[in-house]
């Protein structure tokens, strides 16, 4: 089965600089989307970035664009997020999920998406 795990929260501070990693498994994910969500308390799950594995296409929410890069390692099937001059309002559970390239562009929605891990907190400070 795909299972997705997330890793690399944690606390920092406002400027700082922080990666995401995001390992799956449970079959071949170069038809796939990637994408990473956050969502904080008593909001709805937003987009942050996606990424098409197979030919590296990306997307990024505008609130992130500039600071925050995805891209992922073919050998290690994983997916990383580099965050980077990171802000308070970034604080958020993060969401790594996986759905199949179903249209042209990559999707940004929570339903569109088929797998999700578990999410890893980060926090930052101001």
């Known amino acids: 089965q795909v299972q997705l795990v997330e890793s690399g929260g944690g606390l920092v501070q406002a400027g700082d600089s922080l990666r995401l990693s995001c390992a799956a498994s449970?079959?071949?994910?170069?038809?796939?989307?990637m994408g990473w969500f956050r969502q904080v308390p008593g909001k709805e799950r937003e987009f942050v970035v996606g990424?098409?594995?197979?030919?590296?296409?990306?997307y990024y929410a505008d609130s992130v664009k500039g600071r925050f890069t995805i891209f992922r390692d073919n050998a290690k099937n994983t997916v990383y997020l580099q965050m980077s001059n990171l802000k308070p309002e970034d604080t958020a559970v993060y969401y790594c999920?996986?759905?199949?390239?179903?249209?042209?562009?990559?999707?940004?929605?929570?339903?569109?998406?088929?797998?999700w891990g578990q999410g890893t907190q980060v926090s930052v400070s101001s």
């Open positions: 999920a996986a759905t199949r390239s179903k249209t042209m562009v990559i999707s940004t929605t929570t339903a569109s998406y088929d797998y």
């Open positions: 449970g079959r071949t994910f170069r038809a796939y989307d």
């Open positions: 990424i098409r594995w197979s030919n590296g296409i990306t």
